[in-house]
């Protein structure tokens, strides 16, 4: 399984960006799918969640009502669209692949549990 992450670049702040995961090697319906993403100088951070089929999002308190997450399965892709961007949203950003056996709610926050990682994308935030 493979993810390919794109869409980053660099935006002013409030403005916006969408951020796609294109999976190949087996259906996307098969993940749950994540967003993380990575500040310099800082750990590994959890942004969104989604559900195999997109019934149940979590987010992060940070973009809570700012970013959405979303998923088209029979594209094999996940989004996120991230609006009114500051600052602080800059890093670079993951998207994973929770296959079967699917985590916990509990675990969803800890990069860790997931089985496959796509290479980043950079987000740059210009103040």
């Known amino acids: 399984v493979q993810l390919q992450a794109s869409g980053g670049g660099l935006v002013q702040a409030g403005e916006s960006l969408r951020l796609s995961c294109t999976v190949s090697?087996?259906?996307?319906?098969?993940?749950?799918m994540a967003w993380f993403r990575q500040a310099p100088g800082q750990e590994r951070k959890f942004v969104a969640r989604i559900s195999r089929r997109g019934y149940n999002t979590v987010y992060a308190d940070s973009v809570k009502g700012r970013f959405t997450i979303s998923r088209d399965n029979a594209k094999n892709t996940v989004y996120l669209q991230m609006n009114s961007l500051k600052p602080e949203d800059m890093a670079v950003y993951y998207c994973a692949a929770d296959g079967p056996p699917y985590m916990i709610t509990s675990s969803y926050r800890d990069g860790r549990n997931y089985d496959y990682w796509g290479e980043g994308t950079q987000v740059t935030v210009s103040s």
């Open positions: 090697g087996r259906t996307l319906d098969t993940y749950d």
